[in-house]
T-cell receptor, first 109, second 114 residues
């Protein structure tokens, strides 16, 4: 199966700062999702982005499938952005969506 | 609110107890999943159901027994668990099991085995 690695593992930001989270995957993928897990454990879908670029408000994501990485950009961060950000990938022939170990983000006021 | 609900949200059980976790999706999806999230570990897929048929069992011990009576409901029956089974159990659903479908997650059940 594929390996999914995320960096950095931890990130502390001042409110208003921008950040980039990275997700590397070991093989070609046909499904890539970004999630935000809030402090209560709820996983919220951010992006379904197997390739290309998408934007949703202050968040945007880019996946370069040929180079096996995806980036999540958070601009003008807010305290409510705190939590753990996961990317998850899946490749053809496998049922399993493989999750990375996450980036834990803390945004301080 | 993702359209996937789970009950109970918290559960404490002894090793000799039998309990069940419930998941319900209101999205009209045909596939449902159980995941386990332990501290310091990535989410692990446990089971996949498609149209009420189990299509994947990811080497899960038999003390975890899933049941999918219809495409909207998924249960995880628990018996004689071990303390290392303490974790957050997440249910998810998707329109189908094909590659292009997003998975949507419930809020999870935080299980503590004493």
């Amino acid at each position: 199966g594929i390996q999914v690695e995320q960096s950095p593992p931890d990130l502390i930001l001042q409110e208003g700062a921008n950040s980039t989270l990275r997700c590397n995957f070991s093989d070609s993928v046909n499904n890539l999702q970004w999630f935000h897990q809030n402090p209560w454990g709820q996983l919220i879908n951010l992006f379904y982005i197997p390739s290309g670029t998408k934007q949703n408000g202050r968040l945007s994501a880019t996946t370069v499938a040929t180079e096996r990485y995806s980036l999540l950009y958070i601009s003008s961060s807010q305290t409510t952005d705190s939590g753990v950000y996961f990317c998850a990938a899946r490749r053809t022939g496998f049922q399993k969506l493989v999750f990375g170990t996450g980036t834990r983000l803390l945004v301080s006021p | 609110e993702t359209g996937v609900t789970q009950t109970p949200r918290h559960l404490v059980m002894g090793m000799t107890n039998k309990k069940s976790l419930k998941c319900e999706q209101h999205l009209g999806h045909n596939a449902m999943y159980w995941y386990k999230q332990s501290a310091k570990k990535p989410l692990e897929l446990m089971f996949v159901y498609s149209l009420e048929e189990r299509v994947e069992n990811n080497s899960v011990p038999s003390r975890f027994s899933p049941e999918c009576p219809n495409s909207s409901h998924l249960f995880l029956h628990l018996h004689t668990l071990q303390p290392e089974d303490s974790a957050l159990y997440l249910c998810a659903s998707s329109q189908g099991t094909g590659l292009s479908y997003e998975q949507y997650f419930g809020p999870g059940t935080r299980l503590t085995v004493t």
